[in-house]
């Protein structure tokens, strides 16, 4: 079955940097989207970023744009969120996920878009 596994999260001063891995098993995962999501105490989850495995076209939430990069490395089955810049408001639980129809759909921003997710790893970012 699908597996995915986070990790790299922790505590970070702002204007600070992580870098999120989420390595993949399970599957051929050439035609998945591969999404970060996040959720911080008493909000709902929401989409942060998404990369087509086939091809690593990518897409971002307006509130990460320009300090965010996702990317995937196919040999180890692994996509990374490397956050730059990071804000207080950053702070959430961030979510590794997988649509496995992700090359029937143009941008999933959807939580229920996706199929399989990781377990998440806590990311806080102090003022």
């Known amino acids: 079955q699908v597996q995915l596994v986070e990790s790299g999260g922790g505590l970070v001063q702002a204007g600070g940097s992580l870098r999120l891995s989420c390595a993949a098993s399970?599957?051929?995962?050439?035609?998945?989207?591969m999404g970060w999501f996040r959720q911080a105490p008493g909000k709902e989850r929401e989409f942060v970023s998404g990369?087509?495995?086939?091809?690593?076209?990518?897409f971002y939430a307006d509130s990460v744009k320009g300090r965010f990069t996702i990317s995937r490395d196919s040999a180890k089955n692994t996509v990374y969120l490397q956050m730059n810049s990071l804000k207080p408001e950053d702070t959430a639980v961030y979510y590794c996920?997988?649509?496995?129809?992700?090359?029937?759909?143009?941008?999933?921003?959807?939580?229920?878009?996706?199929?399989?997710w990781g377990q998440g790893t806590q990311v806080t970012v102090s003022s």
């Open positions: 990369i087509r495995w086939n091809g690593g076209s990518t």
């Open positions: 996920a997988a649509d496995r129809l992700g090359y029937m759909h143009s941008l999933p921003k959807n939580v229920d878009d996706y199929d399989y």
């Open positions: 399970g599957r051929n995962f050439r035609d998945y989207v």
